[in-house]
């Protein structure tokens, strides 16, 4: 039988964060994940971390190589009509975001808890929450064995698909799902662009990102259930060419070294605590891509827990925890309204007509014509501030 202060149940980005903040504040976690380190070190996900998000990681002291590789970036540029319109994040906000990839953070912060020491183990099956609401525990299987962690409270880190969500009773939930989704490329070869391109077109959407100076990361809108064999390399780069045309302006092809197809959703669910489980990230919410911010929301949430955590542990105060899923969820509704405009204003839809078309662009026009228009783009994409004021509770619709 094993005993720990906080059970994690999933090493992404939010389970690997939360231990990490967890460990700087002395409180005993152990973090259980059911992959291999191998597969959790190199899915391909999202990449542009929120400017608090990056402070959090270099103030946790895992932050040293992506302050030496990861690319600042002060906009990002809107494209539609075979025209360029930057949105200056530094000049509206201050602030700015950070390009460098989850597998990298993830990375980090494997490589931080192995060299603490604090328990991490991989390729845990058959993971089960038992008295979530009385004396939590968790029931797994690791290198053939049968184990029970007995814990004080647990983290549901686990993503859409983990056990964390279920053992939840009477959820209530919010979804959308979008008729199309995004085909995603890593090439080798070096950005054409210096910030990210948001490329609206009467051929769909694309997006030209990044992940080093020497990796370009590309997406073009697609069909959610196509497949990827019908998608060989050569018809890629024919539409992100049509997609992100610009006269004077020519994009670099290179080997395409990893592609995919993701469906796009939102998804909300509430509350993110039962007794003392606690959800947080994918098990609780999913967003578009399109505003960049799953990691980020993730992350956030797990910064209150282990603000939450430390007050009850350390100091007795439950007031934290208590509040923990209000206080989250007032950012959650708001990442997940700015990736719902952000996917609305630049997708085509298929019932969309000549005056849903008109209606977007104008949409886009305004948004890089006013200030007041681009100044709300841009502080939703860098990320609120870590201390801006959450909406009242009755405004949520909680009782």
């Not at 328990?119 to 525990?137: K, R």
């Not at 910030?195 to 080093?212: C, K, N, Q, T, V």
């Not at 959610?224 to 064999?229: H, K, Q, S």
């Not at 890629?236 to 959703?265: C, F, N, S, Y």
Request: net charge negative.
């Amino acid at each position: 039988m094993e005993r720990t202060q906080v059970g994690i149940v999933g090493a992404g980005p939010a389970g690997l964060v939360l231990g990490r903040l967890l460990e700087l504040e002395g409180i005993e976690s152990v973090i259980l994940e059911a992959r291999s380190r191998d597969y959790v070190e190199h899915r391909i996900r999202a990449g542009v971390l929120e400017h608090d998000t990056a402070e959090l990681l270099a103030e946790a002291g895992v932050g040293e190589r992506m302050r030496a590789e990861g690319l600042v970036h002060e906009g990002i540029e809107l494209r539609y009509g075979g025209v360029g319109h930057r949105i200056d994040f530094a000049a509206l906000t201050g602030r700015h975001v950070v390009l460098y990839g989850q597998t990298e953070v993830v990375k980090d912060l494997i490589a931080a808890r192995l060299q603490s020491g604090a328990p991490l183990v991989f390729e845990a099956t058959g993971v089960a929450l038992h008295d979530v609401a009385g004396e939590p525990s968790i029931s797994y299987v690791a290198d053939g064995e049968e184990r029970v962690l007995r814990c004080d409270v647990i983290a549901g880190c686990d993503g859409f698909h983990g056990v964390s969500r279920p053992a939840v009773p009477d959820l209530t939930v919010w979804e959308r799902e979008y008729p199309f989704g995004w085909l995603g490329i890593l090439a080798e070869v070096a950005p054409s662009c210096d910030e990210l391109i948001y490329a609206h077109s009467p051929r769909g959407f694309a997006l030209h990102s990044m992940r080093s100076p020497e990796l370009s990361r590309l997406y073009v809108q697609c069909d959610p259930g196509d497949d990827i064999a019908n998608w060989p390399d050569t018809r890629i780069w024919d539409e992100l060419h049509a997609r992100l045309a610009m006269d004077g302006w020519t994009l670099q092809e290179g080997p395409v070294l990893d592609k995919g197809i993701t469906p796009m959703r939102s998804f909300v669910a509430e509350p993110m605590r039962h007794g003392k489980l606690f959800l947080a990230g994918d098990a609780a919410h999913i967003v578009p891509p399109t505003g960049a911010k799953g990691l980020n929301l993730a992350v956030a949430d797990v910064r209150l827990l282990a603000e939450a955590f430390a007050a009850h542990f350390k100091g007795g105060d439950s007031a934290l925890l208590d509040a923990y899923s209000h206080t989250a969820l007032w950012r959650v509704w708001r990442a997940e309204h700015f990736s719902w405009w952000m996917t609305s204003m630049l997708h085509q839809f298929p019932d969309h007509d000549r005056f849903g078309e008109r209606l977007q662009l104008s949409q886009l026009e305004y948004t890089c014509r006013s200030t007041a228009a681009a100044t709300s783009l841009a502080e939703n994409y860098v990320g609120l501030p870590v201390d801006f004021p959450a909406i009242s509770q009755e405004a949520l619709g909680r009782r």
